[in-house]
């Protein structure tokens, strides 16, 4: 009988990513058969994990489903909130797949934001390996210089390390602000409110327009609809996997 990484077998049963299986790995919140798992453990088809005691379920044929979403501001990028915040979630009225986010966009941010039950498409999307781009329209106060371009597009230090070159246009300019095409690389946590800070500039909204050949384009907020297949295409062959 073939065997699976635990943390894949989570992802396949459509609880969570497969980072994410790994971070409750190394918390202790998995068990297998009863006891505790570790990273690099696997498991069969007939085995019993549990994530902080609810048991998962291998599903007989798995409907895969891709959903990109217009997140609006005010909403936590989790499947659930202990402080009751409101959540994604909510917003996937109509969708009957367990399906969870790709990624994440902070409280405050806006734009597309991915949603998958394909724990193999999440987690490559995600990887830094890939190098998928992420596009943002940042408006930033008060001004910005030659100089601070150039550092954001050169790269600069957050959190003890220097970030990847991005590509940086002024798309307008305004009375006390200035608006910004941010194409990066990389998917650090709160990269592009870091990145902005680092060089002396106020985010003052912040939406994130394309993930790779993935467009936003006319989604209203808090509306999703489903990836088509040319768009599932254009994505798996940026990340080189063959359909």
Known sequence: MKETRIQKMIADCGY????KAETLISQGRVKLNGRPV???DKCGTKDIITVDGERLYMPRKKNLVYIMLNKPRGYVTTVSDELDRRCVMDLLDGVEE??????RLDRNSEGLLLFTNDGDFANNIMHPSRHISKT?????????SDEQLVRLSEGVEIDGK???PANVVVKEKQQGRVILLI???EGRNRQIRKMCEAVGLEVARLRRISIGPLKLGMLKPGTWRELTAEELRAIRNAIGKEN
Request: hydrophobic letters at 30%; one cysteine or more.
């Open 98 to 103: 367990r399906v969870y986010p790709v990624g």
């Open 162 to 164: 220097k970030t990847l």
């Open 183 to 185: 194409t990066i690389k």
């Open 38 to 40: 570790k990273l690099g």
């Open 136 to 144: 943002y329209r940042v408006t930033v106060r008060p001004d910005i």
């Open 16 to 19: 969570c990513s497969r980072r």
